[in-house]
């Protein structure tokens, strides 16, 4: 049951006056206007610092705290806001008489306006600031006012974002804010609070080798959407204080509103040709897996070669690209209904040949996401969450362990190491056919290895069809399993449809029955000694 805040006479529908405000901001988007609005309805501004520097240039009068206090800024900033007269304007419960006399023998004003938003500590930790730095953005004075405030919401109002001037500006003509507005600027400010100390909590985690004794996990809302996977269930994308080019970071150029699984599926498509730095890649993505990845001379060459692995269920996919989508191969795309197309950057002419189609979503990232930087991933679970490091494993050409009789060649080492990098992306058990650094075959999500290989060999036969030819595009290719096989007959399938490599972790209590039917077959393998499960 939801509890009903107290009837007082600063809770009913009457709304409170705003006749004292005090403004410390580090984001000074929008501050004069704001306090001119504020002092033109006669609302008397205490302020601190670059704040009152900022108003006093602007002609907005302003009262210094340290006139307040009695005390002035030390320890460069430090220490500033800290005082009873401030928190005790802040903290009064107005319908107490104790308090009141409290602030009449003390000479505490009330204060009945908070706006402050914190030291920029995210931008500091996106910029990759050194430690010093980083300490020195660490705001005490600003959170401890902001909960303070918050905590004193039937009070006092307490604006942590620039966004909400425009509510206190509504609020001055109506006679002052409403109990409803200071309580939902109270929970806004305590998520602010919150997110703050965890992008904190979080960068002390990074510097210890160890996982943090309580996990803290934040976000600040980037865009609500129409429903999650469903449309009964709600949803909302949240941007974290992850640095990383994606998703996040993209620019929607063109077309209809994302959706959940759009979001999801676009994070694992660009994910996914982070992976090739060598040269143009392509990823098609379905359902957060890849029906299509490829490499080529250009990426047109990618797309086709990606397209030609499951043309079926490229239908409605998304498309990423590792580098700048050009008008060429955005021509091919536009041929096959596709939802989002993502890369780094667009063409003028690329982007006037998607405008032809108004409800494909193009989105430019400003960048890629290195596969490589640590990170923590998070997955609810009744109760609790799992909390894990990124994925960030890469296995190289000199961490692979030739076990069979036969060695890979150069051109199927390359298919290998291409192929494996696929399966890394690939939902468990992930079984990838790759030739000619393209895929030619993936099957994704069994619960049978065995299943996912002849899934793979069917849907290559499949696209083999629709390309006009009979032999399985898997004939001569290379395979790649994310984890080891655990008996020898996914690999004699994967033999049998014409595979003449293998790539896959090893480990297994069959290794050797494995690695035996492998040379029986004339086959190359190598282990990785690393597995990529992702389930």
């Known amino acids: 049951m939801t509890s009903s805040p107290p009837m ?57 705290v340290a006139s307040v206090t009695g005390f002035p800024e030390v320890m ?43 030291y920029p500590f995210e931008e500091a930790l996106a910029a990759g600031a050194p430690y010093a730095e980083m300490v020195e953005k660490i705001d005490i004075g600003g959170p401890a006012m902001i909960r303070a405030a918050a905590k004193n919401h039937a009070h006092v109002a307490i604006v942590t974002d620039t966004e909400d001037y425009g509510l206190i500006l509504d609020a001055l003509p109506q006679g002052g ?12 400010a305590y998520g602010r609070t919150a997110s703050y100390d965890a992008a904190i ?25 129409r429903y999650g996977e469903n449309p009964h269930q709600d949803a909302g994308f949240y941007a974290s204080a992850d640095t990383r080019k994606g998703v996040a970071t993209a620019k929607q150029l063109q077309g ?29 993505i379905k359902h957060a897996n890849p029906c299509g990845v490829a490499t080529g001379a250009s990426f047109t060459a ?57 409800n494909l979503r193009l989105l430019v990232t400003g960048g890629l996401p290195s596969p490589t930087t640590p990170g923590m991933v998070v997955r609810p679970v009744a109760g609790g969450f799992l ?17 069979t009789d036969r060695a890979p060649t150069a051109e199927e080492l390359d298919d290998l190491l291409f192929a494996f990098t696929v399966a890394k992306h690939v939902k468990s058990n ?43 595009l898997v004939k001569g290719s290379v395979v790649a399993s994310d984890a080891f096989f655990p008996f020898a007959d996914g690999l004699i399938s994967a033999a049998e449809a014409g595979a003449t490599a293998v790539i896959q972790p090893g480990g297994s209590m069959r290794d050797g029955e494995v690695i035996e039917a492998a040379n029986e077959r004339g086959l190359a393998m190598v282990f990785t000694g690393m597995r990529h499960f992702r389930h």
């Open 430 to 472: 992930a079984i990838v056919y790759a030739k000619d650094r393209a895929t030619v075959g993936i099957g994704a999500g069994q619960m049978s290895r065995l299943d996912s290989t002849r899934i793979a060999v069917r849907k290559s036969e499949d696209a083999a069809i629709a390309a006009g030819g009979k032999e399985p």
């Open 387 to 403: 909390y894990q490091s990124r994925d960030a494993g890469k296995v190289a050409r000199d961490d692979l362990n030739v076990v």
């Open 256 to 284: 209809k509103e994302l959706s959940y699984n759009n979001i999801n599926d676009a994070d694992a498509a660009v994910e996914l040709v982070s992976e090739f730095d060598a040269g143009p890649a392509v990823a098609i």
């Open 76 to 118: 460069d900033g430090r220490v500033k806001t800290l005082h009873p007269a401030i928190h005790g304007g802040l903290l009064a419960d107005r319908s107490k008489s104790g308090h009141l006399d409290a602030m009449a023998a003390h000479n505490i004003p009330p204060i009945d306006l908070l706006v402050v938003n914190l």
């Open 302 to 358: 990618a797309y086709e070669a990606a397209l030609k692995c499951d043309p079926v269920s490229a239908f409605g996919g998304i498309v990423a690209l590792n580098g700048r989508l050009d008008a060429a191969t955005a021509t091919q795309i536009v041929k096959v209904f596709t939802e989002i197309v993502i890369a780094p950057e667009a063409d003028e002419e690329a982007i006037a040949v998607f405008e032809k189609k108004k």
């Open 201 to 225: 909590a979080g960068w002390f985690a990074g510097q210890a080798d160890e996982l943090p004794r309580r996990a803290v996990v934040a976000g600040a809302l980037s865009q609500s959407l």
């Open 177 to 188: 804010t409403s109990f409803a507005e200071r309580s939902r600027l109270a929970g806004i």
């Open 8 to 64: 007082t006479s600063s809770s009913k529908t009457d709304r409170t006056p705003i006749t004292r405000a005090l403004l410390s901001v580090s984001d000074k988007t929008g501050l004069v206007p704001f306090a001119e609005a504020l002092a033109a309805a006669g609302v008397e501004i205490l302020s601190t610092g670059g704040t009152a520097k900022t108003l006093r240039e602007a002609g907005v009068p302003v009262v210094d």
